[in-house]
């Protein structure tokens, strides 16, 4: 049985938010996601700071020992690490209808959960957020992504509440069985 004190300690240690801060935190990557749902490409990178980080670690399977070994590094090989010209790059190749693993486009729906807040003494916000992205591609190809993002949020005066400043996306795959990783996350 718990004791009043430990649950007092327990809840301490989440890090609560304020629930307005949490439902627009939320709100803001529903949006986010129906952009991106919606092949909104061109206004989805303007959610992006121009000093942004996006990128993609490698995920090796390690003996439990080892097991903060298991996702590469800020500095190791990554899936994809792009600035903000990069990623403009690559949303400029997916909508010129040049990129031959998205023409025709793919159909993906995102489901974001389990979205932790926790608010940085410089008034940014960290995020931590589980993800599975569904993909449909021509008749039969079928795919999905899973595993967490972790953003920095930076607070924003203009059109959305926030911008991303930094966003690494984890995979709980260690092999990636897609033909390609030409989605953004």
């Known amino acids: 049985m718990t004791s009043p004190a430990q649950a007092t300690?327990?809840?301490?240690?989440?890090?609560?938010?304020?629930p307005e801060l949490q439902i627009r935190v939320e709100q803001f990557y529903a949006a986010e996601a129906e952009l991106l749902d919606d092949n909104r490409f061109d206004e989805?990178?303007?959610?992006?700071t121009e000093d942004t980080r996006y990128w993609i670690p490698t995920?090796?399977?390690?003996p439990i020992r080892e097991r903060h070994l298991q996702v590469s590094g800020p500095t190791d090989n990554t899936i994809v690490d792009d600035d903000k010209t990069m990623l403009r790059g690559r949303v400029r190749r997916q909508t010129s209808g040049m990129q031959w693993s998205e023409e025709p486009?793919?159909?993906t729906r995102r489901i974001l959960s389990s979205i932790r807040v926790d608010e940085l003494d410089d008034g940014q916000l960290a995020t931590r957020t589980n993800f599975y992205v569904y993909r449909s591609?021509?008749?039969r190809h079928q795919d999905w992504f899973v595993g967490e993002r972790f953003d920095t949020l930076r607070p924003s005066e203009e059109g959305y509440p926030y911008r991303i400043a930094d966003r690494r996306i984890v995979f709980d795959q260690t092999t990636l069985l897609s033909p390609s990783v030409s989605l953004f996350f």
């Not at 989805?44 to 992006?48: A, D, Q, R, T, V």
């Not at 995920?59 to 390690?62: D, G, I």
Request: aromatic letters at 8%; glycine letters at 0%.
């Open 137 to 139: 591609r021509l008749e």
């Open 105 to 107: 486009p793919s159909r």
């Open 44 to 48: 989805w990178i303007e959610l992006f």
């Open 9 to 18: 300690e327990a809840a301490s240690a989440l890090h609560a938010v304020r």
């Open 59 to 62: 995920r090796n399977t390690m």
